[in-house]
């Protein structure tokens, strides 16, 4: 479904103003339709983060930029929590903008885009702060191109050890 949502915001909205979409995440909005996070990349390599409302009208899918950056404008991702599965994590440009992801696996991975594209475009000194390191880095066991679902498993493994653990009786 996301991979269709993807190639639609593409086709409508980035393409059209000659920008490469990059990554989307959904998050939370006011009012009807929903909102996307986006980053993509222009052509003379600037990359732009924005928010995107999804509506329809007659049948017909909208989108409309409704909030625009630049990643050279992004001082700090802050995760708030690291040590908690919470889909909450601000923004830090001139001011703070505070944004509510679907799930914490997309929060990662919009962080994890945000931090490649800088690595790649910019090279500067990005703090990303309040998140679990193992997840955010490409070198670790659990990377991958499907890291939503690579997150989530781990969730799950650590979980199910809990759960395991708290059935052992204490001899």
């Not at 329809?56 to 909208?62: G, H, I, L």
């Not at 995760?79 to 440009?93: I, S």
């Not at 994890?112 to 500067?124: D, F, G, I, S, V």
Request: aromatic share 12%; with cysteine.
């Amino acid at each position: 479904m996301s991979s269709l949502v993807k190639e639609d915001l593409a086709k409508r909205l980035f393409r059209p103003r000659r920008l490469r979409l990059q990554e989307f995440i959904e998050v939370e909005g006011t009012g009807a339709g929903r909102c996307y996070l986006c980053a993509a990349v222009t052509k003379s390599k600037e990359v732009e983060i924005c928010m995107v409302k999804h509506f329809r009208v007659d049948q017909e899918e909208k989108y409309e930029v409704v909030e625009k950056w630049f990643l050279k404008d992004l001082e700090m991702i802050d995760g708030k929590e690291a040590d908690t599965d919470n889909p909450y994590f601000d923004m830090h440009f001139h001011k703070v903008y505070s944004l509510e992801a679907y799930s914490c696996a997309s929060k990662y991975t919009f962080a994890r885009t945000l931090n490649k594209l800088n690595e790649m475009y910019l090279k500067k000194d990005l703090k990303i702060v309040n998140f679990d390191d193992t997840y955010l880095n490409d070198d670790s066991i659990w990377s991958s191109n499907n890291r939503d679902f690579l997150v989530l498993m781990r969730i799950c493994f650590y979980a199910s050890n809990l759960l395991c653990l708290s059935l052992c009786p204490l001899s």
